[in-house]
C-alpha cells in the first residue's frame, strides 16, 4: 500500500462526535429525497454542502436556503453527471467554492420504473440505466478524489438490490452492485492517505423515486416484509451516511451498512 498514514492513536473526544465543523462536503443528487436529508444533517453537523442535481432547479435552490438557513455554506450545480462535460462543470465548481473535498457523497442515481424481464429490456434503457448510476459515480468519484486531501470521506448509494438481485429490474441491481464492488477495491486504493470508501445499501424508501410502488396497494405487502414493520425515510438513510463521514466511523472503510429494516433477513 503506497502512501502515509495521518491518523494517530489518539482517542475521540465528545467533541469530535458527529463533529464536521469546517468540513467541505459534495452530495451529488442533492435536490431531493435521500440526497437533500443527507445535505441538511451534514449542514447541521457543520460541514458546508455543495449539491448537484440534474433538471430540478427550483428544488436545489430550496435545499440550498435551507442549508444557509442552518449556518453553512451552500451552493448548487445541475447537469447530467454521465455526461462528462457536466462533471467538469461540477467540479470547476468546486474548485471555485471550496478549493478542494473532504466529503462526498455519491447519490445521484435512477430507479426505472416499469417491470421489465431483461429478455426483452431494450438496449436503451440498459445504457440510461448504467450512465446514470454508475457512468456517472465512475466520473464523479474519480474528480472528488483527485481534489480530497487525506483522511477525506466517501460515501457511496447503494441498495439492496445490489446485494440479492431485483427480478424485472436488473438493469438497477446490476449498476448497484457494482458500486459495491468498486467500494471494496477503491478503499484499498486510497487507504494510504488515510480516506475511507464505504457504501449505504437502503431497502426501500419512502421518496418520490419509489412513488409508484409503495403510492398503491403493494404497500402493505413491502411493509409486512420489514421486520421494523415501516418503509424508512430519507432521514433514516441520510443518518447512516453522514455516520460515516464522522470521526466516529474512522475505522471503518470498504463496508457496506445496510438500512433496510431487517428486511434481507426475511424470505
Known amino acids: 500500500m503506497t502512501g502515509h498514514r495521518t491518523i494517530a492513536n489518539r482517542p475521540i473526544g465528545d467533541e469530535s462526535l458527529l463533529q464536521l465543523r469546517g468540513k467541505r462536503a459534495l452530495v ?3 435536490s431531493r429525497g435521500v440526497g437533500a436529508a443527507t445535505a441538511r444533517l451534514l449542514a447541521r453537523a457543520g460541514a458546508d454542502v455543495g449539491i448537484s442535481y440534474h433538471t430540478r432547479s427550483k428544488e436545489a435552490d430550496g435545499i440550498v436556503a435551507e442549508v444557509r438557513g442552518i449556518g453553512a455554506r ?5 447537469g447530467n453527471l454521465a455526461d462528462p ?4 462543470a461540477l467540479f470547476a465548481r468546486v474548485d471555485a467554492e471550496f478549493g478542494g473535498l473532504d466529503v462526498f457523497v455519491g447519490n445521484a442515481g435512477v430507479w426505472p420504473v416499469p417491470d421489465v424481464p431483461l429478455e426483452e429490456m431494450e438496449e436503451a434503457r440498459w445504457r440510461e440505466t448504467v450512465a446514470v448510476n ?3 459515480i465512475f466520473l464523479t468519484t474519480q474528480a472528488a478524489l483527485r481534489r480530497m486531501g487525506n483522511d477525506g470521506r466517501v460515501v457511496l448509494v447503494s441498495s439492496t438490490a445490489g446485494q440479492r438481485g431485483e427480478a424485472f429490474h436488473c438493469d438497477y441491481a446490476a449498476t ?5 464492488s468498486l467500494v471494496k477495491g477503491l478503499c484499498v486504493e486510497v487507504g494510504g492517505r488515510g480516506i475511507t470508501v464505504n457504501a449505504v445499501a437502503p431497502g426501500w424508501i419512502d421518496t418520490e423515486m419509489s412513488e409508484s410502488a409503495l403510492g398503491g396497494p403493494g404497500r402493505e405487502a413491502i411493509e409486512a416484509a420489514i421486520p421494523i414493520g415501516r418503509v424508512a425515510t430519507a432521514e433514516d438513510v441520510a443518518g447512516p451516511i453522514v455516520l460515516l463521514c464522522s470521526p466516529l466511523a474512522r475505522h471503518i472503510t470498504g463496508e457496506i451498512l445496510n438500512v433496510n429494516g431487517g428486511a434481507v433477513l426475511v424470505g
Open 28 to 30: 451529488t443528487g442533492g
Open 74 to 78: 451552500a451552493w448548487a450545480q445541475g
Open 85 to 88: 462535460s457536466a462533471v467538469e
Open 134 to 136: 454508475l457512468d456517472s
Open 176 to 180: 448497484k452492485g457494482a458500486i459495491i
